[in-house]
């Protein structure tokens, strides 16, 4: 059975660069589509991007600027870096994958556990 | 891309159904046949609960139904029972590989 770990340093810096990584247990990367998505304390899910085994990625346009992600597929792992992060970065983000190999519809059946990463001096 | 709308809570007593809504636009709601629901329990990963308007994964009760007309998505829960009691969030395709979630209503069993 799939299971996705985040890890991730939990308190990151103002302008500095928040780095996570999630490790794809029970299944190779293979052809998924694999994604980021936050949830601030107390509000909503917020898709951050995909990216594919090549890396060929796509982001949510509000933070295109910011983010940039990659996949290691030797190591079976994928991360996520956002930079210039902000108090309003700060959130629980997890990793998640589609429940279908090339599918980018939005259906996540399998997720992380979350990791919180907090941004303050 | 703008996030989907969602009223904030929704209630009803155990045994009755309560319909949960999505609203979105012609870019994503309207667009496509791409609205899944999640299910977040307080400290937890959400979990998919439907996905393509009505679809339901392996192991969601079919007290859970999802239908959409026009821009507006609804999660159905029929039957409710204490353990429905959660955040549910709403999604959806919105083209180019882009996906929007809605911003969650909260559920409680009266």
């Known amino acids: 059975q799939v299971q996705l770990k985040e890890s991730a340093p939990g308190l990151v810096k103002p302008s500095e660069t928040l780095s996570l990584t999630c490790t794809v247990s029970g299944d190779s990367i293979s052809d998924y589509h694999w994604s980021w998505i936050r949830q601030p304390p107390g509000k909503g899910l917020q898709w951050i991007g995909y990216?594919?085994?090549?890396?060929?990625?796509t982001y949510n346009p509000s933070l295109k600027s910011r983010v940039t992600m990659s996949v290691d597929t030797s190591k079976n792992q994928f991360s996520l870096q956002l930079s210039s992060v902000t108090a309003a970065d700060t959130a629980v983000y997890y990793c998640?994958?589609?429940?279908?190999?090339?599918?980018?519809?939005?259906?996540?059946?399998?997720w992380g556990l979350g990791t919180m990463v907090t941004v303050s001096s | 891309q703008s996030a989907l709308t969602q009223p904030p809570s929704a209630s009803g007593p155990p045994g009755q159904s309560v319909t949960i809504s999505c609203t979105g636009t012609?870019?994503?709601?309207?667009?496509?046949?791409?609205v899944s629901w999640y299910q977040q329990y307080p400290g937890k990963a959400p979990r998919l609960m439907i996905y393509e308007v009505s679809k339901r994964p392996s192991g969601v009760p079919d007290r859970f139904s999802g239908s959409k007309s026009g821009n507006t998505a609804s999660l159905t829960v029929s039957g409710l029972q204490v353990d429905d009691e959660a955040d549910y969030y709403c999604?959806?395709?919105?083209?180019?590989?882009?996906?929007?979630f809605g911003g969650g209503t909260k559920l409680t069993v009266l």
């Open positions: 998640a994958r589609p429940r279908l190999v090339g599918n980018t519809s939005g259906a996540f059946n399998v």
């Open positions: 999604n959806s395709y919105a083209g180019y590989n882009n996906v929007v």
């Open positions: 012609s870019s994503d709601v309207g667009a496509y046949n791409y």
């Open positions: 990216i594919y085994r090549t890396g060929v990625t």
